[in-house]
Each structure stands twice: as C-alpha cells, then as structure tokens.
C-alpha cells in the first residue's frame, strides 16, 4: 500500500488495515530513504481521552499506538513509523513488570540493524524514574528517547502531537546518539538523570535544574547543547541479564517531630534498601538518625536525598555519614536515588561501593 493511500485512509505511513479492519504494523522499511523509528507506547495522558475538551477529569492509557502515530501524520516526512503496544497505563501505576518488559524489548529493538532509534511514550508522573531506569540498563548508543503530554489527547490545547513530533525529529536525529536516554517535552531535550517535573499542571512541568538541558528542538529542528554528566546506556555496568526482580528500596519523608517508626517500617516490609527524602542537605530528626544507622548496621543500604526540590546532598556535612555508614545522594532527588539503589544492589549492599556508583552515574 502506497504512502499516498495511506495517507488518504488517515493512517500514518508503517500502519495498515487487515481483513479485520484493524490497524496492524507492517514491518519496516526504510522507504524513501527515512530512518526506522520504532514507538513503544506505555500509556499516560498523551494517550489519555476525556469527554469533552475543556475539562480537568480524564483517563489516562485510552488511545491505542497505531491512534497515537495517526493522529500525527507529519511525523512520517521524518521517519518511518512502527508502533508497539507495551502497556496502556497511567504512570501512576509504572511498576517492574512493564520496566523489565520495556528495557528488554529496546534492548532487542536496538540490537537490529535497521531500527534507528526509539520513542517511548508514557506518562508525565514517573516519566523521570522510567528514563534514569532505561539510562542505566539498556545497552545502544542508538537515540531512545520518552516522551509524554501533560494535556490529554482530547484537550483544547493538547500537547502531546508536537511533543510526539518532536520526539521522533529527536530520535531520527544521528547526533542524538550516544547522549543517553532523553526525554523530549514543551520543546526542551531532556537528559533521562537530570530532568525532574515541579508542576502539578502546568505544561512546562519538566526542567533539569542541576546540569541544565541536554539541547532543545522546535518543530522537529534539533538544537544539541552538551552530552549527559554520568555514566550510561553503553556505558553502563548494570545489566539485567537473568534479573527478573528488583530489590525493594522505599523513600520516606523527613519532617518535624520525625520518630523512626516509618523507618523501621520499611525494613519489616522487606526493604534492602531506604532512600530518606531529608529536609535541606539531607537532615533527619535525632531519632530518624538513629533508626536509620541501626539499620545500615544491619545491611540495609540508607541513602540520604532531600526532599527539598534543588540541590545536591553532600557526605558529612551535619551527620557524619562516614561513621554511621550512610550513603549521600549527590545530584539524584529521592525518586532517581531509589532507581539507583535498587541496581546498585543487584551489585552489592557495601556502603562504599554504592557511594562510588553514586558518584560515577
Ligand atoms: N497521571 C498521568 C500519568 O502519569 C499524568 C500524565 O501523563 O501527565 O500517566
């Protein structure tokens, strides 16, 4: 079927109609000479549909891939499309299933010579542990790149088709390779370690507060200004060959009047690890502090984050993290520090050690 008919059905190029009427993937090609760009969607709001379109209540994870790709036809002057249904979630519920599932099939995807790049689409709640996640397991120099909406399909004002657009332009782009995972929203080029959402509602939610964006890109024109700090993709020690769980690791938030009962709470319910999401340079109350070192004296990996939106956490400022065998979580908020720990203890349980990745991802 020609690019031309199509078109003319309403169908992005890569999709056809089968005897069922349903939309069906053709397998790629690289016609007229465009890179193959495989889509994995997973759900979230830039596939999420309301009743009517001026309106706050919708349901994330209601519009199909082959939907998704066709509702955006100007992608397909700048790649071929594919597209495959991963999950049809909103990022709320993200959970390790659809994680390993994800890593695996763009680990495959990535591996075959004629596939480009990647975009994922997701939703914009975890859209940041998703990206650190994939930054650290999956093994391609190739562009991956996640994007989301935080305006429903339906939406007056939708921002998911340019966001869509964008990330394709992003993925299709040679110079995005080897700059780890990115995550393309509202025109920015984020890198999947840096980015972070700090609004509720508002569609400039994302920003990169530490190390600033990876380029940005405007209509499909691509602007790259630096590579990711840390290492990645590639580059990375973590694999998850033969890893069909992750080790529990939970956050719990520092406050006034702080006692160590959520703390030892999490070890009762199995944690190898705890992420505290500390108020200012990863402070606990006293008694926080106590429960927590009893803890790292038992192998449990602490981690002290802040819960305080910018800014890195340094070793032995006011705790002395070097006798009571903690770990500092340097540029990572708690969300990226939680991803973190539960690959480093695929690795080890040795404070040091997991201080070292830390530092080096
Ligand atoms: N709750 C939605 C999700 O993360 C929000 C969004 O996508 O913007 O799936």
């Not at 973190?340 to 690795?347: D, E, G, P």
Request: with cysteine; charged share 20%.
């Amino acid at each position: 079927m020609t690019t031309r008919l199509l078109a003319s059905l309403g169908l992005a190029a890569g999709l056809v109609l089968t005897g069922t009427g349903r939309i069906a993937p053709l397998p790629l090609s690289a016609a007229d000479g465009l890179p193959n760009i495989v889509v994995l969607a997973t759900g979230g709001t830039i596939a999420g549909a309301a009743a009517t379109d001026v309106q706050a209540g919708y349901t994330s994870g209601k519009v199909g891939v082959e939907q998704l790709i066709a509702a955006v036809p100007q992608a397909k002057k700048i790649a071929a499309l594919r597209g495959e249904q991963i999950s049809n979630i909103g990022s709320q519920d993200m959970n390790d299933e659809v994680w390993l599932k994800l890593a695996a099939r763009i680990n495959a995807l990535a591996a075959m010579p004629d596939v480009a790049g990647i975009v994922i689409t997701h939703g914009t709640d975890t859209i940041e542990e998703t990206a650190y996640f994939l930054n650290l397991v999956v093994k391609t120099k190739k562009p991956v790149v996640l994007t989301a909406a935080m305006r429903p399909a339906t939406a007056l004002s939708a921002d998911g088709p340019l966001n869509f657009y964008n990330a394709v332009a992003v993925a299709a782009d040679k110079d995005a390779a080897g700059r780890g995972v990115l995550v393309v929203l509202n025109d920015w080029i984020h890198g999947a370690a840096s980015l972070t959402k700090t609004s509720t509602t508002a569609v400039q939610t994302f920003m990169s507060p530490l190390s600033g964006l990876i380029g940005t890109v405007a209509y499909g024109e691509t602007e790259f200004h630096r590579s990711p700090i840390g290492r990645h993709t590639a580059d990375s020690e973590f694999s998850l060959d033969g890893v069909t769980a992750l080790p529990r690791v939970d956050i719990v938030m520092a406050h006034e009047n702080m006692d160590g009962a959520l703390i030892d709470a999490s070890a009762a319910a199995g944690a190898k690890g705890i992420v505290i999401a500390g108020v200012g340079n990863g402070n606990l109350t006293q008694g926080a502090v106590a429960a927590l070192a009893a803890l790292a004296k038992r192998g449990i990996v602490c981690v002290r984050a802040s819960r305080v939106a910018i800014g890195r956490v340094e070793r032995n400022v006011e705790l002395d993290d070097d006798k009571l065998g903690f770990v500092a979580s340097l540029d990572k908020n708690p969300q990226k520090a939680r991803v973190l720990l539960r690959l480093a203890l695929l690795k080890s349980s040795d404070a040091s050690q997991v201080q070292r990745i830390f530092k080096e991802y």
